[in-house]
């Protein structure tokens, strides 16, 4: 448990902090900074194009690369911005900031899945890389401490201080952690496994089955829960609900993917990916479905069925794709899945936002979310019935036969 654990905490520091802890504390912020709307507006696209483009860039040369050197490069990077943070008053400066951070969380998360499938035991691919990812609702709930316990009495600079201690703290165990599988992996005399040039890597993911759906089911991912998320409370409020209901759900949304990513991970390992995409898409469609026909009664169950689904779901992706790749190229094509899923979000938000000022309300929108959880369910489906088929080492290419 000593890799998914620290590579879960990695998680915190990249994710947690570096892309989520802003949003978390722009109220407390705004105090004795400049932060208007225009700037939320502004740092939101940036951060999420610079989080596809370091999804790109670590596709295309991550592998000529260290993972662990990178692992540490980036942790370094957002430790030490992180502590920048919390000295910074001007508002342009901060958003550069953060969409630097972007670039460096998709990287170490892309790095996190070559170590873990290189240096982990292959029967807990899954329960490891879906632990790790779960780090990132860790993150939520440490950012609901930080602000809860550390900022009322230390003022908003001391958030983004405390943060920064934490992400040395996870640097030097990272480090350490290394040092040590690298050694082990030595006496085993272990070889470095294969990479795809740029070119092959693009053809793979368009023309082999398992590659294809990975990045395919991550776009609709990302189409579903961006825009389920970035429209939650707006639609409570549009439906005269308290506005105590988004907080719980929230936190059931925390508290579920804080859980699930053992869970998970543990049945994928056991019954297999396909398996667990069928259990883990019909729990996401269910709580949709019910969301849809009553939404105040069933936004809890939806929030439950999105921990169950969105924080596991990269550990389980990643892991199904080691099991045909080697893990240089299971990052590659982990990397393109990255960039499908920022395209879904930004794709699944910008309908939203088309069909709301259409109609005026966002029912529309949960339904078409609903939709895609259904199609997201009908994929795994698919996949099950294929893989219960086919027990070959290498699937198939999915629009012709391999040679």
């Given amino acids: 448990m000593r890799i998914p654990i620290t590579f879960g905490f990695n998680q915190v520091i990249s994710h947690g902090f570096g892309v989520f802890l802003f949003a978390a504390l722009v109220p407390m912020m705004q105090g004795s900074v400049d932060i208007n709307s225009w700037h939320l507006a502004l740092a ?26 990178l692992l540490l490069i980036t942790g370094s990077l957002t430790t030490s911005l992180l502590f920048t943070m ?5 508002t342009t400066i901060m958003i550069f900031v953060l969409t630097v951070m972007a670039a460096s969380a998709a990287i170490s998360w892309g790095s996190i ?25 860790w993150g939520y709930s ?24 934490l992400g040395l703290i996870t640097l030097v165990v ?9 050694s082990q992996s030595q006496d085993q005399d272990i070889d470095v496994t294969f990479a795809m040039g740029t070119r092959q890597l693009f053809k793979t993911v368009l023309r082999e089955r398992t590659a294809f759906l990975a990045c395919l089911i991550l776009l609709l991912v990302g189409a579903s829960t961006m825009t389920f998320t970035t429209w939650l409370n707006t639609y409570l409020a549009e439906l005269s609900l308290p506005p105590a209901l988004g907080g719980y759900t929230w936190s059931i949304i925390g508290l579920t993917g804080m859980i699930a990513g053992f869970f998970v991970g543990k049945l994928a390992d056991k019954k297999g990916p396909s398996v667990t995409l069928l259990v883990i898409f019909g729990i996401f469609a269910l709580g949709l479905l019910a969301f849809t026909y009553r939404p105040e009664q069933f ?6 069925g999105y921990g169950m689904m969105y924080f596991p779901i990269w550990g389980i992706i990643a892991g199904w794709i080691s099991k045909q790749y080697s893990s240089k190229a299971t990052m590659q094509i982990n990397g393109i899945g990255m960039v499908t899923f920022g395209l879904g979000g930004a794709l699944g938000n910008v309908l939203a936002g088309m069909i709301y000022d259409a109609t005026g309300s966002l029912s529309n929108v949960y339904l078409l979310i609903c939709g895609l959880a259904v199609i ?28």
């Fill in 376 to 403: 997201l369910f009908v994929l795994a489906m698919y996949i099950f019935l294929h893989e219960r088929q086919s027990n070959k080492p290498r699937s198939d290419s999915f629009l012709q036969p391999e040679i």
């Fill in 174 to 182: 990272t480090f350490r952690l290394l040092k040590s599988v690298r």
């Fill in 113 to 137: 899945v070559e170590l873990v499938t290189r240096y982990g035991r292959p029967d807990r691919t899954a329960t490891n890389l879906s632990i790790a990812s779960s780090g990132t609702a």
């Fill in 44 to 69: 939101g696209a940036l951060t999420q194009v610079s989080y596809l483009v370091g999804a790109m860039l670590l596709g295309v040369i991550g592998p000529r690369l260290d993972s662990g050197r």
């Fill in 299 to 304: 936004v809890m169950l939806a929030g439950f």
């Fill in 142 to 165: 440490v950012n609901g401490l930080i602000i809860l316990l550390i900022v009322p009495l230390l003022g908003w600079r001391s958030g983004w201080m405390a943060a920064s201690v």
């Fill in 86 to 90: 919390a000295w910074l008053d001007n």
